[in-house]
């Protein structure tokens, strides 16, 4: 062991090959941490977002590490925290994805509600309440039925999901373990954050995907639930910047972490046609409403796709509803207040909406003109979409 070993700070990450553990990995592992990641057991390697951070564990300056665990295994979890002994863990694990969380209640709160409580306890039972700053990833979905906007810090939580009622246990457990025990444990009250990296069954990657997908030739229609919700979409990267600010300080508290703009998802799915040069008009109404392809920007099209032949035609039908994508109960607006983390944490975002859909856009065109090579050369490619 050399000195930089001994004196460089331990982060574990739960949840580190979704979006956010990403991109908090790379962001910790440029401020030197040794950095650990719980990853589940999975019947095919589901490490691609961060496969390209591995390192030869044998290697004596490997400083980023995978351990097996799960959020329902307290017994693993408490293992992996002596073993690794943390300055500060994110818990970012959970079932995340609010239409899914109505299939299987049950095992999200168990995974995303006690989950958390066993992060909590471990760190108590092994005594290292003073040792260990904790982040809690408790989200916008908490402000549920809307009670006032900009939503806040101290706006009062109305959850609508299976997935927003075992996040606001893991919120108020992670309040409520820091006053008993003054453990530093924090809640980022994060509101929508996407990437090229975001899940591709969330609604912008979903779009961006379908966009792609549409001005390559290679599907034709993008159906889509309420298109009416709004919601305030920020940049991944931005985002866990803010998850570290919120462990440096001097006590530990809870943020709101937003840009303080909200967007309608059919203004979502206008900017990203944009970006391959297809506009669209909206027509209709709830389930009847259609996206029809009102004019081409050829120039624009040629530009981004470096492609001689377009399938679509104005007057295409390019994007339908289905009320297969509708929740039971539905987060209809999102508008977040950052006022107190950009005052005390120093936070603001670089990206804007733009910046965020050109960025995903041209990612996953590049990824589908793979897919196309394939296809022109003969080979079988899944382009499944939910
Ligand atoms: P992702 O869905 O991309 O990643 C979730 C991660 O949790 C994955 O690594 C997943 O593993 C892991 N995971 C799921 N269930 C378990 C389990 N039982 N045990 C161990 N690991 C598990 O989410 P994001 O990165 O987008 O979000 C990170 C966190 O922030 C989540 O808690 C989410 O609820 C919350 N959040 C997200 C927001 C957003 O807009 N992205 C906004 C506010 C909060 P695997 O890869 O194997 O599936
Ligand atoms: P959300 O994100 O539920 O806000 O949770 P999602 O992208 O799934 O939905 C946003 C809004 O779009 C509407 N929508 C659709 N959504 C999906 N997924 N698919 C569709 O076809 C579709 N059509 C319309 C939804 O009804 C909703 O109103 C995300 C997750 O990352 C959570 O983990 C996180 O806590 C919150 O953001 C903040």
Known sequence: MNNTTNTRKVAL???VTGQDGAYLSELLLSKGYMVHGIKRRTSLFNTDRIDHLYQDPHSENCN??????????????????????????????AMSHVKVSFDIPEYTANADGIGTLRILEAVRLLGMEKKTKIYQASTSELY????????????????????????????????????????????????????PLRGETFVTRKITRA????????????????????????????????????????????????????????DFISLAFAEVGFNLRFEGEGVDEVGILDSINYQLVADSLEVSEYKVKIGDVLVKVDPTYFRPTEVELLIGDPSKSNKVLGWKPKYNLESLVKEMVKADVAL???????????????LQEE
């Not at 919120?171 to 409520?176: A, E, G, K, L, M």
């Not at 159906?223 to 001097?250: C, P, S």
């Open 13 to 15: 990450i739960t949840g």
């Open 64 to 93: 980023f590490k995978l351990h097996f665990g799960d959020m329902t295994d307290s017994m693993n979890l408490t293992k992996i925290i002596q073993e690794t002994q943390p300055d500060e863990i994110y818990n970012l694990a």
């Open 144 to 195: 549920g039925l809307v009670q006032a906007v900009p939503q806040s810090e101290t706006t009062p939580f109305y959850p609508r999901s299976p997935y927003a009622v075992a996040k606001m246990y893991a919120y108020w457990i992670t309040v409520n373990y820091r006053e008993a025990y003054g453990i530093y444990a924090c809640n980022g009250i994060l509101f929508n954050h996407e990437s």
């Open 211 to 266: 966009v792609s997908k549409i001005a390559l030739g290679l599907q034709n229609t993008l159906y889509m639930g309420n298109l009416d919700a709004k919601r305030d979409w920020g940049h991944a990267k931005d985002y866990v910047e803010a998850m570290y600010l919120i462990l440096q300080q001097d006590e530990p508290s809870d943020y709101v972490i937003a840009t303080g703009v909200t967007t309608k998802v059919r």
């Open 368 to 382: 589908f003109k793979k897919d196309l090579d394939l296809i022109k050369s003969g080979h079988q490619v899944l």
